[in-house]
């Protein structure tokens, strides 16, 4: 069984398309990032994946219906849905008896621990921690529950670089153990490179790029091209081409590798590189490429 | 898909992992929760109270001209006089909460929409049936029991004050004798419960509208029901919409009684004895069951509309 398996998953708010039938199939012990521009419908998603948000066409997560059987759900996915909503008021210590009290598969133990590598003191109140500790707080509260599946919806927004680094490491050393589920969604898509092992691109409510990053590897190439070689390389049809320090780097959908080799320096490209050049080009080009 | 197949399987992990917990564990945890953000549910009482007994301390050294004063008039009077303190202290507590009612329903579920809060509420495993029950049990039963510990405990406070004060003057004995404390008690206790139930569906359409309204959820609250009186008045020159809403409002403690209306300047307890307890007409008046009706009707649509639900 798929963790998230969606057939036909529309969204429409008033005139506006946010979710234009998608399918998505995210299996188990997979990170998937869920990569768009603003207002593409990434959060649409979530929330119907969620059971926030009522939506046509069929959806199942875990087995389950997440807009009818969300209280069901929620004891086995966990969400993070932005930095900062904790609520102010709350003391730590009473985020932790709070926690532990609804939820069946909290593990107090472990989130103390977790607390314990950090300067959070328990009797400090929401409102009186820094951003970042907010955010270290609920990944403590989160990854003491021993969910299926997790949820991230821009987790680490507007926090320092520290920060930022150290929540992606302690989700992927502490946390990920190869049988839960994690979907995230970010515009610091740099971070998670290394983190995710599927991609998946979503623009005006579809979904135009969709690979494993095993694919993503064996399938893109960014050549910083000699100029001698740039109009052979230009033949090849590279879906994307853009200038650096006077050369020209282009870069290579589904192009032998090793013909590639001969016209410069080889590498992978960046997400954010690909993310330029799939939503530059022409969305439907870019989804009928990937099938 | 292999779904049949695993289904069972899954099941049983989930029914091992899930035991423990009992149902009624998020509940009392998310009340507690309401407890811990809303502390003015009892600080305000609290305060009242404290208010009240700076006042009868401040007084106190006027106990004794007042008593003899009380002691010479003839008996519905003069138990009246000694009862009026305990009686004011009680209803300036009352009025405290119900105030503090209105205002925390206002605000529970607005406010969670408006700190974002409400998502991290929604991440856990509380179904909205909970939530919106754990807030309305604040005014519909925790309030009048905090009502009550609170007055029981401050009218105590003022007995023995006063008894310490009258002691010298050899007044002291004329309280115990006179002042029914324990029937006081009584008396307010059911009427609490009375006027919990009587106020029940303003405190549901107060719920209702924090769910809905966006910003300004007291105009929201109250507007379209004096709007609904002004029409009436001016459509048919009647006054009885606004005449049902002021006794909603007001009549709570009255209701489960047969009062007595004394001539006003007598200063008689409008409720002092037991057999005025008349819950055979308060069960058995449509006002009541059409009142607990709406306020289901109107909690219920706080749960579907937080359901839909996100932060502002």
Known sequence: MATIEARGLRKAYGATIALDGINLRVEEGRILGLIGPNGAGKTTALDAILGLIPYQGELKVLGRDPWNERDLLMRDVCFIADVAVLPRWMRVSQALDYVAGVH???????????????????????????????????????MAIDARLLVLDEPTLGLDILYRKQFYDSLLNDYFDGTR????????????????????????????????????????????????HLAAAQALKPIYERQLFGRSILLFDNVDRLQLAELGELRTPSIADLFVAVMGSNAGTAQGAAK | MNTETKQPSETSFESQAIAPMSATRPFYWSVRRELWENRSIYMAPLIAASVVLFGFGMTAFRLPQ??????????????????????????????????????????????????????????LPVSDRTSVLSKAIVPLAILPLLTFVIVV???????????????????AGTTWQ?????????????????????EAPIFAWLLLVSSWARRATFLWAVLPWLAISA???????????????????????EEGFVVVHYPKDAHVPV??????????????????????????????????????????
């Open chain 1, 104 to 142: 069946p598969r909290f593990d107090r133990a472990k989130a103390e621990a977790f607390l314990a590598k950090t300067e959070i003191k328990r009797a400090s109140k929401v409102r009186q921690l820094s951003k970042g500790m907010v955010a270290q707080l609920h990944l403590a509260l989160v």
């Open chain 1, 181 to 228: 589920t994690i979907v995230v969604t970010t515009h610091q898509v740099e971070e998670i490179q290394h983190v995710i092992t599927d991609l998946m691109f979503i623009n005006r409510g579809r979904i135009v790029l969709e690979t494993s990053m095993e694919q993503f590897e064996a399938r893109y190439f960014e050549v910083m091209v000699k100029p001698e």
């Open chain 2, 66 to 123: 007042l008593r003899r004063n009380a002691l010479a008039l003839e008996s519905a009077r003069m138990r009246a006089a000694i009862e009026l303190p305990y009686d004011a202290a009680a209803m300036m507590i009352m009025f405290t909460v119900f105030i503090v009612g209105i205002f925390y329903c206002l605000d529970a579920l607005h406010g969670e929409r408006r700190d974002r809060s409400i998502l991290f509420w929604k991440s």
């Open chain 2, 153 to 171: 405990a401050t009218q105590l406070v003022m007995l023995l004050l006063s008894t310490a004060v009258l002691l010298p003057s050899g007044l």
């Open chain 2, 178 to 198: 006179l002042l029914p404390w324990p029937r006081l008690s009584l008396i307010l206790f059911y009427g609490l419960v009375t006027s919990a139930l009587w």
């Open chain 2, 231 to 253: 029409i009436e008045k001016l459509a048919f020159d009647t006054t009885f919409f606004i005449r049902m809403l002021v006794r909603r409002l007001t009549g709570g403690f």
């Open chain 2, 271 to 312: 409720v002092d004895r037991l057999t005025q307890f008349d819950p055979l007409k308060f069960f058995s008046s449509p006002g009541l069951w059409i009142g607990l009706v709406i306020a289901a009707v109107f909690l219920i649509g706080t749960i579907r509309l937080r359901r839909y639900r996100g932060p502002l």
